[in-house]
């Protein structure tokens, strides 16, 4: 038998990073994949619509949205819309580099801590391929905010692990701006300050050289104590805006008001089934909603094994790894205060605590700190101890084991991304935006479009405009057809559009009124006609009126405080005319040769086919 040859350490060490870089892009392309039909959905809509509105100034960077406070996600938005307007592979493609960022940087901090050694993959898979990132994912809006979270955890942590380990100021520079970098995308970035201290404190004996116990870890603490006041200015002035800005009155429950299901409760909910099941490749089964909304669903026995899973590993660690409880104390804080205060304080409701995307940014943190509860870092010998407390068993059995456990939660994986990935339907935004820019390319330029409201499958109704065509369709409108849109003349002939996104012609929702019993015409006082129209105005109240006339001419009135010049054609025929403020009558100017037969005032619609 010829003697087996040993590869160096150094050819076995690149191939192991090798593998782990290749991991990454393949990730991407299994989620690009599992969720090809994903598109602009619901709130998407109105994001889009928002960046519309002008230049990226203060008050479009700092207006509170559904609570938050997202200067990066609007800003982004804003870029991404005037550069390309609805390009999903432009936008999706910002996504996923966001998202192969943070995969880069928890990469970086598991061969930073373990080296490239085979165990390493393990905690890499685990994030890459986990469906607890999926939902964020897919949507936009939820991507917005959870994807550079994502990436702002993972460069913190990298940046502070390396501060601590080398002692250099420069890479806890760097923490701290990662941290601003994340608190100008999602407020629950204010939690990474407090996990990058609890790292410090309770984790550093088992990651930095001299450090034994809490005394230790205190006195490393207050040697870096210029990071915590960076840290402290950070928060401080973050707060100030956020509190200035009237952002915690838009969250979908307002602060101060009772919340739907109490604390624990949601903990349980969101921990004990949504993270949990996540964590092992669950939830296997979801409840669809609207757009891109999906809320975990797993079965009672899924998780009860998510339980037991979970129960398992926690004991197992600490059977054999010295030290394993301060890992999972690092990942307890995460995932207590950020995914479960924070969530809850501003979006507890009855049915709360089974959306997967409220704990996606945990992963990067599962990841880091598996494999610290498990793995011994290099270049420590865990400051003069045994890194474990027994000599964990290894062998075929073992490896057997992991590789069946490994398989298992790689098969729900695929499920629970594909069964999610089945329930995104976006046809109809694509086919309503679509006819729309189509619509829009082939009219002539100065048609009258008044502006309605979008199809209840686009974007969630909300207060402003944004739900508007004239702010949804701005993207894919050339510049005649947005200001028609923002601001329609009076016409004959107008224009709008129906709920596939085709424009065609208008007519009136609404009561119609003509004139008193016995006469063919409202009567005129000298060449006035007051007619009965009484209507609180609003974003696309219109009015019209029906008319008979002996050769093309024009009347006047004072509508939303200025005069108005509403032209009509020879014979008969409908005048429309935007009414923004509350009127309650209407003097009409006309000449002698006008019959006003009809008023009318409500909201535009289609004329029927």
């Not at 090798?18 to 994903?38: F, K, N, Y």
């Given at each position: 038998?010829?003697?087996?040859?040993?590869?160096?350490?150094?050819?076995?060490?690149?191939?192991?990073?090798?593998?782990?870089?290749?991991?990454?892009?393949?990730?991407?392309?299994?989620?690009?994949?599992?969720?090809?039909?994903?598109?602009?959905?619901?709130?998407?809509?109105?994001?889009?619509?928002?960046?519309?509105?002008?230049?990226?100034?203060?008050?479009?960077?700092?207006?509170?949205?559904?609570?938050?406070?997202?200067?990066?996600?609007?800003?982004?938005?804003?870029?991404?819309?005037?550069?390309?307007?609805?390009?999903?592979?432009?936008?999706?493609?910002?996504?996923?580099?966001?998202?192969?960022?943070?995969?880069?940087?928890?990469?970086?901090?598991?061969?930073?801590?373990?080296?490239?050694?085979?165990?390493?993959?393990?905690?890499?898979?685990?994030?890459?391929?986990?469906?607890?990132?999926?939902?964020?994912?897919?949507?936009?809006?939820?991507?917005?905010?959870?994807?550079?979270?994502?990436?702002?955890?993972?460069?913190?942590?990298y940046?502070?692990?390396?501060?601590?380990?080398?002692?250099?100021?420069?890479?806890?520079?760097?923490?701290?701006?990662?941290?601003?970098?994340?608190?100008?995308?999602?407020?629950?970035?204010?939690?990474?300050?407090?996990?990058?201290?609890?790292?410090?404190?309770?984790?550093?004996?088992?990651?930095?050289?001299?450090?034994?116990g809490?005394?230790?870890?205190?006195?490393?603490?207050?040697?870096r104590?210029?990071?915590?006041?960076?840290h402290?200015?950070?928060?401080?002035?973050?707060?100030?805006?956020?509190?200035?800005?009237?952002?915690?009155?838009?969250?979908?429950?307002?602060?101060?008001?009772?919340?739907?299901?109490?604390?624990?409760?949601?903990?349980?909910?969101?921990?004990?089934?949504?993270?949990?099941?996540?964590?092992?490749g669950?939830?296997?089964?979801?409840?669809?909603?609207?757009?891109?909304?999906?809320?975990?669903?797993?079965?009672?026995?899924?998780?009860?094994?998510?339980?037991?899973?979970?129960?398992?590993?926690?004991?197992?660690?600490?059977v054999?790894?010295?030290?394993?409880?301060?890992?999972?104390?690092?990942?307890?804080?995460?995932?207590?205060?950020?995914?479960?205060?924070?969530?809850?304080?501003?979006?507890?409701?009855?049915?709360?605590?089974?959306?997967?995307?409220?704990?996606?940014?945990?992963?990067?943190?599962?990841?880091?700190?598996?494999?610290?509860?498990?793995?011994?870092?290099?270049?420590?010998?865990?400051?003069g101890?045994?890194?474990?407390?027994?000599?964990?068993?290894?062998?075929?059995?073992?490896?057997?084991?992991?590789?069946?456990?490994?398989?298992?939660?790689?098969?729900?994986?695929?499920?629970?991304?594909?069964?999610?990935?089945?329930?995104?339907?976006?046809?109809?935004?694509?086919?309503?935006?679509?006819?729309?820019?189509?619509?829009?390319?082939?009219?002539?330029?100065?048609?009258?479009?008044?502006?309605?409201?979008?199809?209840?499958?686009?974007?969630?109704?909300?207060?402003?405009?944004?739900?508007?065509t004239?702010?949804?369709?701005?993207?894919v409108?050339?510049?005649?057809?947005?200001?028609?849109?923002?601001?329609?003349?009076?016409?004959?002939?107008?224009?709008?559009?129906?709920?596939?996104?085709?424009?065609?012609?208008?007519?009136?929702?609404?009561?119609?009124?003509?004139?008193?019993?016995?006469?063919?015409?409202?009567p005129?006082?000298?060449?006035?006609?007051?007619?009965?129209?009484?209507t609180?105005?609003?974003?696309?109240?219109?009015a019209?009126?029906?008319?008979?006339?002996?050769?093309?001419?024009?009347?006047?009135?004072?509508?939303?405080?200025?005069?108005?010049?509403?032209?009509?054609?020879?014979?008969?025929?409908?005048?429309?005319?935007?009414?923004?403020?509350?009127?309650?009558?209407?003097?009409?100017?006309?000449?002698?040769?006008?019959?006003?037969?009809?008023?009318?005032?409500?909201?535009?619609?289609?004329?029927?086919?």
């Open positions: 038998m010829s003697p087996r040859i040993a590869l160096p350490a150094w050819r076995h060490g690149k191939r192991i990073a090798a593998a782990a870089w290749a991991m990454i892009p393949l990730s991407v392309v299994c989620q690009v994949v599992a969720l090809r039909a994903t598109w602009y959905s619901v709130d998407d809509f109105r994001f889009v619509a928002l960046a519309t509105e002008g230049p990226p100034g203060w008050s479009y960077l700092t207006q509170p949205v559904y609570g938050q406070h997202m200067p990066g996600g609007l800003l982004l938005t804003w870029i991404l819309t005037w550069a390309a307007g609805y390009n999903w592979v432009l936008t999706w493609s910002v996504v996923l580099l966001l998202q192969v960022g943070a995969y880069v940087y928890v990469l970086r901090t598991l061969r930073l801590l373990f080296g490239d050694r085979p165990a390493i993959l393990a905690p890499l898979a685990f994030y890459l391929f986990s469906p607890l990132t999926v939902p964020a994912v897919a949507w936009y809006s939820a991507a917005v905010l959870s994807v550079p979270l994502q990436l702002a955890v993972a460069g913190a942590l940046a502070h692990v390396r501060h601590l380990r080398e002692g250099t100021l420069g890479p806890g520079l760097r923490a701290v701006a990662w941290t601003a970098f994340g608190l100008f995308f999602f407020v629950k970035a204010a939690v990474i300050p407090l996990l990058l201290v609890v790292v410090t404190v309770v984790a550093a004996p088992i990651l930095v050289s001299g450090v034994r809490v005394r230790d870890a205190l006195r490393l603490l207050l040697r104590r210029l990071l915590l006041v960076l402290g200015l950070l928060l401080a002035g973050y707060g100030t805006v956020y509190l200035v800005s009237g952002a915690t009155a838009s969250s979908y429950v307002a602060v101060g008001v009772e919340r739907g299901i109490g604390l624990l409760p949601y903990a349980g909910r969101l921990i004990g089934a949504t993270f949990f099941t996540g964590a092992i669950g939830p296997a089964a979801w409840q669809p909603g609207a757009g891109h909304f999906a809320n975990a669903s797993p079965p009672v026995a899924l998780v009860v094994v998510a339980g037991i899973v979970w129960t398992l590993a926690f004991v197992t660690s600490m054999f790894r010295r030290g394993a409880w301060r890992a999972w104390l690092v990942l307890l804080t995460w995932l207590l205060v950020a995914d479960t205060l924070f969530t809850w304080l501003g979006r507890a409701t009855e049915w709360s605590g089974r959306e997967m995307r409220y704990v996606s940014d945990a992963a990067p943190v599962v990841a880091v700190c598996l494999a610290l509860a498990f793995l011994p870092v290099r270049d420590l010998a865990e400051n101890r045994r890194t474990y407390l027994i000599r964990p068993p290894s062998g075929p059995a073992v490896k057997a084991a992991a590789g069946v456990l490994g398989g298992v939660m790689a098969a729900l994986s695929i499920l629970s991304i594909s069964s999610f990935g089945g329930l995104i339907d976006t046809t109809e935004q694509r086919a309503y935006i679509g006819n729309a820019a189509r619509a829009l390319a082939a009219a002539p330029a100065g048609t009258v479009i008044f502006p309605s409201d979008v199809p209840l499958e686009m974007p969630i109704p909300a207060t402003g405009l944004t739900d508007l004239s702010r949804v369709l701005a993207p409108a050339p510049e005649w057809a947005v200001e028609s849109m923002r601001a329609p003349r009076p016409s004959t002939e107008p224009r709008v559009f129906d709920d596939k996104g085709r424009l065609v012609k208008m007519t009136i929702k609404g009561g119609l009124l003509g004139p008193p019993a016995g006469l063919p015409c409202f005129a006082t000298g060449d006035v006609v007051d007619l009965p129209l009484s609180d105005g609003g974003p696309v109240t219109v019209g009126i029906g008319y008979a006339a002996l050769g093309d001419t024009e009347a006047t009135a004072t509508v939303d405080g200025r005069l108005v010049t509403l032209p009509m054609k020879r014979g008969d025929g409908v005048v429309y005319f935007p009414v923004r403020s509350a009127v309650r009558s209407l003097p009409l100017s006309v000449n002698g040769g006008i019959c006003v037969k009809a008023v009318a005032v409500g909201d535009p619609a289609p004329v029927p086919s």
